[in-house]
């Protein structure tokens, strides 16, 4: 990867970073809920990608919270979904997986599909981040914040 490469990643999660701590929507679709069997509640939000970006970009979510992540691809073209912090994004970023099988927090939603993951918030107050990591997408701006405060 060339240095120009790089410095624009760092550039791209320095600034991603820094939005977190200004940016903070209520997700208006999101529905708290129980599970099945009468245990802890689990939050829904639903994700569109479309034009390869995130619909919403921002969400907030109260620390502690179990979050079902319903992803809607309505790009003729295949996303992922990876949730992690500054490192997390750019081992991805840097990374060669084309595909991301059914894991908490990172998969591959293929073009014009629904799909889901669950992941659970730390009880800290805090913030992290979502990307799609395919070829371009991130420098694109498909990347978006989850706010636990």
């Known amino acids: 990867m060339r240095i120009r490469e790089r410095r624009g990643i760092w550039i791209a999660l320095a600034a991603a970073s820094l939005l977190l701590a200004a940016v903070s929507v209520q997700v208006r679709s999101a529905e708290a809920h129980r599970d099945e069997g009468g245990g ?3 939050r829904e939000i639903r994700i569109e990608m ?6 919403p970009d921002h969400v907030e979510v109260e620390p502690g919270d ?3 992540f319903v992803l809607v691809n309505t790009d003729p073209i295949d996303h992922e979904f990876i949730v992690g912090d500054t490192g997390v994004q750019l081992a991805h970023e ?5 595909h991301h099988r059914r894991k908490p927090g990172e998969m591959t939603v293929p073009a014009l599909t629904t799909r889901s993951t669950i992941v659970a918030v ?3 107050p805090g913030s992290t981040l979502f990307a799609c990591h395919l070829p371009g997408h991130f420098a694109y701006g498909m990347a978006g914040s989850i706010m636990f405060d």
């Open 40 to 42: 802890a509640s689990v």
């Open 50 to 55: 479309h034009h390869s970006a995130f619909e």
């Open 66 to 68: 179990t979050v079902r």
């Open 94 to 98: 840097r990374g060669t997986e084309a």
């Open 122 to 124: 730390p009880e800290a």
